[in-house]
C-alpha cells in the first residue's frame, strides 16, 4: 500500500482548511450568481450544487433577449480589447529614452509581433478562451484565466468556470491566489500522474471504473505564503491535492504569476466584481414574468375560452379543428358557442417589453460596444463614412474609460507580461 509522507499530509490538511474559509467567504455570492446563471448563461451557471451532463438548462428562461443581450456583448467586449486582425498593444521599455536607441526599438517591434501572433494562434487557444473569460466578465463581474507554458508550444490559454474558482488578494486589492475544486476521472489521473504517484483507491477504481470522477484541488499563490515539504523555485507555487485522501498530488513552481484575474467593478471591501449582468438582473426577472403574462394574453386571443348555453348542446363540446357539436334545431344566434371577449389590449405588453430589452441591452453597453450607426426608417444601417466612425468611437471612450482602464490594469497587463515571460 502507497503511503505519503506525514509533512505531504500536514500540507494538504492545512491547504484544505484555507480552502474552506475561502469557500465561506464566497458563499454569499453564490445566489445571485445562481440567478443571473440561469437566466443569462444557463451554460456557465452550475454554482450551488451539480447539474448533470447533458442536463436541460434552459427551463427558467422565457425570453431569450438577455441571453442576446450577453452574447453581444461578449463579442464587443472581445473585439475592442483585443480584436484578432487588428494590433491592440505594442511594447516599449519603461525608461523613455531607451526607446530612442535604434536596435532597442527594433528589438521590441519584432517581441510585438512575436507576443501578437501568439494571441492569434490558434493552437494557442486565446481567442476562444478571451471569449469564455468576456462572458463570465459580462455575467458575474469576475473572470479567471491561466497562462500556462506548455513544452513545443510556448503560451495556451485557459479560462476556468468561476463556479470552479474561490480567490483571494493581496495588499494592493489585486486578486494573488485562486484554489479551484474540479473533477478528473481515474484515467485523466493516471494520465497526468502515473499510478506510482496516485493512493490505492485510485488504482482500484480505474481498474474497475476508468471514468469515476475524484474531487481535485489546484491552489496556486505566492510561493512565501506556501508552506510546503519541498522548496519552491519561483515567485508562485502551484499545488494539486486529492482532498478526500490528503493526498498531495504535485507541485509546480512559476517565476512569474500564471493567474489573470479580473473584475468589472468592485466595492472596495470585497474580493469578487460586479458586472452588467448583477446592473441587468432586476429588468431581467422583470421582462421574464412580463412574457409569462404575455403568452396567457396571446393564448387567450389565439384559442379564447368559450361560452357555451347551459342547456341545448350534447356534451362534451369538441374544440379541435373539425370537430361536430350538437345542438337543438331552433336555438338563436345567442345561445350558440361563441369565444369568451378579451377585452385586453396586448399591443400594451409589446411596448413595455421593448421599452424593458432596451433597458437590458443598456445594461450590457451594446449601445457603446456596437455602434452601427443611425438606422434608416426600414431598419438598415446608414452607411458612414470612416472619418464618421472614428468620430462615432471617440464619442464613446469616455463612457468607456474608465471601465477599460480597469482591465488594462487587472486584465490586459498582466496578459501580456506573463506571455512575453513564457516566450521570451
Known sequence: MLEQPEEYKNASIVLKSEFEKLKALRASWEGSWKEIGDMMAPNRSDFKGKRSRGQNRSARIFNSKPLQALTRFTAGFQNLLVPAQTPWFYLKTKDERLMKDREVRQWMDD??????????????????????????????GTAVMLVLDKPALGAYYMTLPLNQCYLGKNSDDQIDTLFREYQHTGKELVESYGMDLLPDPIIESFNNNPYEDFDCL???????????????????????????????LGIKSFKEK???ASRWERVATEIYGRGPGDQALDDVRMLNEMEKSYLRAVQKIVDPPLMIPDDGFITPVRTTPGGLNYYRAGLGSD?????????????????????????????????????????????DVIRQTATEVQARQRDRLPILGPIIARQEVELLGPLIERTAAVLM
Open 111 to 140: 517581441a510585438t509581433v512575436v507576443l501578437r501572433d501568439a494571441f492569434i494562434n490558434p493552437k494557442m487557444n486565446f481567442q476562444p478562451s478571451f471569449h469564455e473569460y468576456a462572458q463570465d466578465l459580462g455575467a458575474f
Open 218 to 248: 489546484h491552489v496556486l499563490k505566492p510561493a512565501r505564503f506556501l508552506n510546503l515539504p519541498e522548496n519552491i523555485q519561483g515567485d508562485y507555487g502551484s499545488v494539486y491535492i486529492l482532498p478526500k485522501y490528503n493526498w498531495l
Open 258 to 260: 500564471p493567474l489573470v
Open 335 to 379: 345561445f350558440r358557442i361563441q369565444p369568451m371577449p378579451t377585452p385586453g389590449k396586448i399591443e400594451y405588453g409589446d411596448k413595455k417589453i421593448a421599452q424593458v430589452v432596451q433597458s437590458i441591452e443598456s445594461a450590457f453597453y451594446l449601445d457603446m460596444l456596437q455602434l452601427p450607426g443611425p438606422t434608416a426608417v426600414d431598419g
